[in-house]
């Protein structure tokens, strides 16, 4: 993660893995992390309430549930907290309690478990923050139509009863990445509805995904149809383990007729050509610097995009809606036993990381062009990096004036070099569907 210029790690840790049994508390994962972290790198631990015997929902992974003894609870998080010593600046309670999937209880206890939660981080890590758990874009537009009003009805109660017990709102931006300054204010404006004003963090984003393109939706009906029915609840994941094994019906027809999908949907499928691989990674690519800057400029300073690897080793078969969904993202692959072949889109995140290091404020400027988007990303001790692009697939010529003594260069996210041409201190800048960083030749890159 560092050799992609990367100080903040956000990973999961389930009751399970900590607790097994009543009473046996096993550290090997908890220490493994801590004996890695060093100074100046920030820790973010999400605690789920996975357990075989001490949650309503016996799993060992998902969903997590309500603890059976709310102090069992208390002495399990207390022991986790205390063990951490101080080390980890974040603390989560669930991932995003509003999806059954991933936590099958009622708003009460989850309030319940949250007090709690807090309680003892405050107590046992003062320094540290607390992270409610994460909403996702169908809990904040519900209104629109577009989300789910039960998720949103969830969250309102979430926000209002439990404002005094966390610190951090976390958003998780799924979707179209032009609604993520539309899904900051909306998250703003509720939790001023409750006087909740806190700050919002964004603890897991990427894209796309398959259903991002208008031409793949008649294709994946009966796919979205089974993977509404995962998240709802409705269809359980074999004792409650990740289901790389599983195939699903939806799934084994999709590939059957593969050679007659569009390529937008072939590219996210196993084994795809070669082209299809490469035009699915420039997406990725174009998209993780998009959506981050979107999110910078909306005021979000801490951002964690999902996600680093695959979840294990051997994921098994691919006939499955979580593989076709999410298995895009991962950064990096296992090379043996251990994370260590880069992907394209880590290439383009380490690229991005080195040009926003120590970003303290994002300017918008107007390139008078519709859908063109400049941006000017002011960094502590540092010349400013410029990036732009353009929404629609096309390239065009804007022009910005060059603050800086040294001359512009160009490289874009997919690190092509792109020349920039400097005139009585105006810079004209090849703007297209690819995003463009500007820096200053001879500056801290």
Same mark, same amino acid.
């Given at each position: 993660?560092?050799?992609?210029?990367?100080?903040?790690?956000?990973?999961?840790?389930?009751?399970?893995?900590?607790?097994?049994?009543?009473g046996?508390?096993?550290?090997?994962?908890?220490?493994?992390?801590l004996?890695?972290?060093?100074?100046?790198?920030?820790?973010?631990v999400?605690?789920?309430s996975?357990?075989?015997?001490?949650?309503?929902?016996?799993?060992?992974f998902?969903?997590?549930?309500?603890?059976?003894?709310?102090?069992?609870?208390?002495?399990?998080?207390?022991?986790?907290v205390?063990?951490?010593?101080?080390?980890i600046?974040?603390?989560?309670?669930?991932?995003?309690?509003?999806?059954?999937?991933?936590?099958?209880?009622?708003?009460?206890?989850?309030?319940?478990?949250?007090?709690?939660?807090?309680?003892?981080?405050?107590d046992?890590?003062?320094?540290?923050l607390?992270?409610?758990?994460?909403?996702?874009?169908?809990?904040?537009?519900?209104e629109?139509?577009?989300?789910?009003?039960?998720?949103?009805?969830?969250?309102?109660?979430?926000?209002?009863?439990?404002?005094?017990?966390?610190?951090?709102?976390?958003?998780?931006?799924?979707?179209?990445?032009?609604?993520?300054?539309?899904?900051?204010?909306?998250?703003?404006?509720?939790?001023?509805?409750h006087?909740?004003?806190?700050?919002?963090?964004?603890?897991?984003?990427n894209?796309?995904?398959?259903?991002?393109?208008?031409?793949?939706?008649p294709?994946?009906?009966?796919v979205?149809?089974?993977?509404?029915?995962?998240?709802l609840?409705q269809?359980?994941?074999?004792?409650?383990?990740?289901?790389?094994?599983?195939?699903?019906?939806?799934?084994?027809? =999709?590939?059957?007729?593969?050679?007659?999908?569009?390529?937008?949907?072939?590219?996210f499928?196993?084994?795809?050509?070669?082209?299809?691989?490469?035009?699915r990674?420039?997406? =990725?690519?174009?998209?993780?610097?998009?959506r981050?800057?979107?999110?910078?400029?909306?005021?979000?300073?801490?951002?964690?995009?999902?996600?680093?690897?695959?979840?294990?080793?051997?994921?098994?078969?691919?006939?499955?809606?979580?593989?076709?969904m999410?298995?895009a993202?991962?950064l990096?692959?296992?090379?043996?036993?251990?994370?260590?072949?880069?992907r394209?889109?880590?290439?383009?995140?380490?690229?991005?990381?080195?040009?926003?290091?120590?970003?303290?404020?994002?300017?918008?400027h107007?390139?008078?062009?519709?859908?063109?988007?400049?941006?000017?990303?002011?960094r502590?001790?540092?010349?400013?990096?410029?990036?732009?692009?353009?929404?629609?697939?096309?390239?065009?010529?804007?022009?910005?004036?060059?603050?800086?003594?040294?001359?512009?260069?160009?490289i874009?996210a997919?690190?092509?070099?792109?020349?920039?041409?400097?005139?009585?201190?105006?810079?004209?800048?090849?703007?297209?569907?690819?995003?463009?960083?500007?820096?200053?030749e001879?500056?801290?890159?």
């Amino acid at each position: 993660m560092r050799s992609l210029g990367i100080d903040l790690v956000r990973i999961n840790l389930f009751w399970s893995q900590i607790e097994p049994e009543p009473g046996r508390f096993t550290w090997d994962v908890v220490d493994a992390f801590l004996d890695q972290l060093e100074d100046g790198d920030e820790a973010w631990v999400t605690v789920c309430s996975s357990s075989p015997w001490a949650t309503q929902q016996a799993t060992r992974f998902l969903p997590s549930s309500p603890a059976t003894d709310i102090d069992d609870y208390r002495r399990f998080v207390t022991e986790l907290v205390r063990r951490c010593g101080g080390a980890i600046r974040y603390w989560q309670c669930e991932n995003e309690p509003c999806v059954p999937l991933l936590w099958e209880g009622k708003v009460d206890e989850y309030l319940s478990q949250l007090i709690v939660f807090s309680d003892v981080v405050r107590d046992s890590a003062p320094g540290s923050l607390v992270v409610l758990g994460g909403a996702v874009p169908a809990a904040m537009f519900a209104e629109e139509g577009s989300g789910n009003q039960r998720w949103a009805e969830d969250l309102d109660r979430i926000i209002g009863e439990g404002r005094d017990h966390f610190d951090l709102f976390d958003l998780h931006p799924y979707g179209d990445p032009y609604a993520i300054p539309a899904l900051i204010q909306a998250s703003k404006a509720l939790l001023a509805a409750h006087g909740a004003h806190k700050a919002i963090v964004v603890g897991e984003h990427n894209g796309p995904m398959p259903p991002s393109f208008p031409e793949n939706l008649p294709y994946l009906t009966d796919v979205l149809t089974e993977h509404r029915r995962v998240f709802l609840g409705q269809s359980r994941l074999v004792d409650g383990g990740l289901d790389f094994d599983r195939t699903t019906p939806a799934m084994v027809d =999709l590939y059957d007729c593969r050679d007659q999908l569009p390529p937008t949907l072939q590219m996210f499928m196993a084994d795809c050509s070669a082209d299809l691989a490469a035009e699915r990674d420039r997406h =990725l690519q174009e998209e993780i610097v998009i959506r981050t800057v979107l999110l910078l400029a909306s005021g979000v300073e801490r951002v964690a995009c999902f996600q680093l690897a695959p979840e294990a080793r051997d994921t098994g078969s691919r006939l499955n809606i979580r593989s076709l969904m999410f298995d895009a993202f991962a950064l990096m692959d296992y090379e043996g036993g251990d994370i260590g072949r880069r992907r394209p889109q880590a290439d383009t995140y380490a690229l991005m990381a080195a040009h926003l290091a120590d970003a303290h404020t994002v300017l918008h400027h107007n390139p008078g062009r519709p859908g063109t988007y400049l941006y000017e990303i002011q960094r502590r001790g540092r010349s400013s990096t410029f990036v732009g692009w353009s929404r629609v697939n096309e390239t065009a010529h804007i022009t910005c004036p060059w603050p800086f003594r040294g001359r512009p260069y160009g490289i874009n996210a997919l690190g092509e070099n792109v020349p920039i041409r400097l005139q009585r201190g105006v810079m004209r800048m090849p703007i297209s569907s690819t995003p463009l960083l500007v820096g200053e030749e001879g500056g801290d890159r």
